[in-house]
């Protein structure tokens, strides 16, 4: 059974920081990793998606990297912004077969605060 | 483009009473399609996934049901609602393999 894990659970920085937020997943057989982001009573927001066979993705400010083998992934933030806070959530898709067929497992996600 | 719709935002229900909430896709075909849920607290749990027209499938047994009346339109049911149904119902869809998934904005079910 494939099972997410985020650390930190919460993190409050001030305004300007780089920042790592870490995922791991026991199964390496994932077909995707995607990083989504969460506003209070919101619904997800995509924000990356690394297939299996890439190493990493970026788009603005924000860069995440996969390793597969070891069962990693990392999003940075770059030059962190009040707005950036939310709950950020790594979830991996799975290979083809039964009931995984291409269903997300996520992490419990890490809450992040900057603050101006 | 392609769009995600789920309603209402929004739902009260007392304890008993009958629930469905709809999801539509526009600008793509033939999307597989899923229900999650989040309860307060913890992470989101996959509840049904579609493949297809008339095809669900259930991760978790419970009070819930799902059905794929149409390829773009996924519907999440119950005849009788438990308090423990409370919670935040996300719709999902995907191209397929290689392709990331997008997200509903949410219904917000409160069973009293």
């Known amino acids: 059974k494939q099972e997410v894990t985020q650390i930190p659970a919460a993190l409050s920085v001030p305004e300007g920081e780089n920042l790592v937020l870490n995922c791991s997943f026991t199964?390496?057989?994932?077909?995707?990793l995607q990083w989504f982001r969460q506003d209070p009573g919101k619904g997800l927001t995509s924000l990356l998606l690394?297939?299996?066979?890439?190493r990493e993705q970026t788009s603005g400010r924000l860069n995440a990297s996969l390793d597969k083998s070891s069962g990693r992934s990392t999003l940075y933030i770059a030059a962190s912004q009040p707005g950036d806070s939310a709950t950020y959530l790594c979830a991996v898709s799975k290979n083809a077969g039964g009931t995984s067929y291409g269903k997300l497992t996520f992490g419990q996600g890490t809450i992040l605060t900057v603050h101006p | 483009s392609q769009t995600i719709h789920q309603w209402p935002a929004t739902l009260v229900q007392p304890v008993g009473s009958p629930l469905s909430l709809e999801c539509t896709v526009e600008?793509?075909?033939?999307?597989?399609l899923y229900w999650y849920r989040q309860a307060a607290g913890r992470g989101l749990q996959l509840l049904f996934y579609?493949?297809?027209?008339?095809?669900i499938s259930s991760e978790v047994p419970q009070n819930l049901s799902a059905s794929r009346p149409q390829d773009r339109q996924f519907i999440l049911s119950s005849k009788k609602l438990l308090l423990s149904d409370s919670g935040f119902y996300l719709c999902a869809w995907t191209g397929g393999y290689g392709y990331g998934y997008t997200f509903g904005s949410g219904t917000r079910l409160t069973v009293v």
């Open positions: 199964d390496s057989a994932i077909y995707n």
């Open positions: 690394i297939q299996s066979s890439q």
């Open positions: 579609s493949v297809g027209i008339g095809q």
């Open positions: 600008g793509t075909s033939n999307p597989n």
